[in-house]
């Protein structure tokens, strides 16, 4: 079953966000459009209004007669208007034109009893020429009314509303934009404590299970409370299989060793010598068991949490006992092994250390073969004490060096008989002193240099 991609949450949520922006942004623009359009055509309409207010102040009435004079100069400026045409009339209540555009009645819209003392405003039409008009009753005595219109074309009017629609389009679009960005970051904002969590738990590991302690958002408390009880079960069955681990390689190392006591015993005694190569196999195989039995001790200890990797220390001290245990101990046929030491202080448990030289040691002399050259150094740089062992031996191609560092892997390379666990083990010790161990060249010539660093003991983290 193929597996579609997981969509984003920063994602869904800027979709649920943006599908309401969508719908109500336009919403407003026309409602916004609509009003100030409304006001701008009010004002346009008030501008015509006040021509006839100025026209009906004209109008004189005479022994019950109404009158009106215009002037020439007085009617260009009534005409006056940079974008539109401007036209007037002025009618007398029995319909006789008084003043202005003739034309102009044909466009009368409301019948004069209508208006009385009152204004109309509307749209028409006059020789295919679209217009705004108001019309406007005045009072010409004896209770009858004069009907005053001015009208204009439309010019200002569509150039005001395309760019009104213009402007709210613009301003729209900024809007639209401005709130999509503030509410992507206000999500990547909100999330960041999700993500926080996440890159916190990437780092997590067996070694590596306290509660989590950051102060996260009231609705990640759960999450939070969540892992943790996963934590907490998680460390009580590590801690339950490292003692498993320990308990089993203890309980095997006692009947191992004792059984390879015997086996060397009864090479001692009279024998048979058809037997000696059955002998050494098994005397070859007891050994290699209470290796591993001492390895999977060792690998419990290393994962013991509750072991003090901060006591101070010098890995001088600890290289110096380890070459005074192989002192004792037979070596293959021309492994020389050499100590080239200076001072390192530094933090740490000196039991799992001395366990992690025996272990690069051991490996060293396991597969660098016969005849190997085998230096022991360590000392301090500026990034704090190091450890090294380095032999003439075959090496591991840099292709299987990280390979190596896992637990029951070897590489291809490798000759003799190891369970894989030496350098793993190594690998573990370091990681829990806050350290790492690499697999390098040898200085020169073949070979491999195993290198421990471990950070300056002013800066060692706690367990």
Known sequence: ???????????????????????????????????????????????????????????????????????????????FDRQDDVFYLVMAPDGEVLQGDAGLVDLLPRPPAQLAGRSWYGDAKLRDRSLRLV?????????QSCQILVAETLHKRDALQRQIGSLVALNGAG?????????????????????????????????????????LP???????????????????????????????????????????????????????QRVDPLLQRLRHRVTRSARLAQQLLSLARAEDRSVDVEQRIDLR??????????????????VDLGFELAEAPAQGHAFLLRELLENLIHNAVSYAGGGARI?????????GPWLEVEDNGPGIPPAERAAAMQRFRRGSTASGSGSGLGLAIAADIAARHGGRLELLDAHAGPGLRARLSLPPPASMPAA
């Not at 009906?56 to 009158?67: L, N, T, Y």
């Not at 019309?135 to 209770?143: A, E, F």
């Not at 609705?219 to 590590?238: G, I, K, S, T, Y």
């Not at 230096?375 to 990034?383: L, Q, S």
């Open 1 to 79: 079953m193929v597996d579609r991609p997981r969509s984003s949450l920063q994602r869904r949520l800027f979709g649920w966000l943006l599908l309401p922006l969508l719908v109500a942004l336009p919403l407003l623009a026309i409602g916004l459009y609509k009003q100030v359009q409304d006001s701008a055509q009010s004002w346009l309409d008030e501008g015509l209004e006040d021509t006839a207010l100025t026209l009906a102040g004209q109008i004189d009435v005479r022994s019950g007669e109404p009158h009106i004079e215009i002037s020439a100069t007085m009617d260009r400026a009534l005409r």
């Open 135 to 143: 019309q406007l009753g005045h009072d010409c005595g004896g209770g």
């Open 375 to 383: 230096t022991v150094r360590c000392g301090t740089d500026t990034t």
């Open 175 to 215: 809007l639209a934009v401005l709130l999509a960005l503030a509410g992507w970051w206000a999500i990547r904002q909100g999330l960041t404590p999700l993500t926080e969590l996440s890159a916190e738990l990437e780092h997590r590991d067996l070694h590596r299970l306290t509660p989590l302690e950051a102060r």
């Open 218 to 272: 009231r609705e990640l408390v759960p999450l939070q409370a969540a892992f943790n009880r996963l934590f907490e079960r998680l460390a009580r069955a590590a801690g339950a299989q490292r003692e498993f681990l320990a308990d089993a390689a203890h309980q095997l190392r006692t009947p191992l060793t004792s059984l390879q006591t015997e086996i060397e015993l009864a090479m001692l005694e009279p024998h048979d």
């Open 317 to 334: 001290d600890i290289a110096t006992e380890s070459g005074q245990d192989w002192a004792h101990r037979s070596l293959p046929s021309g």
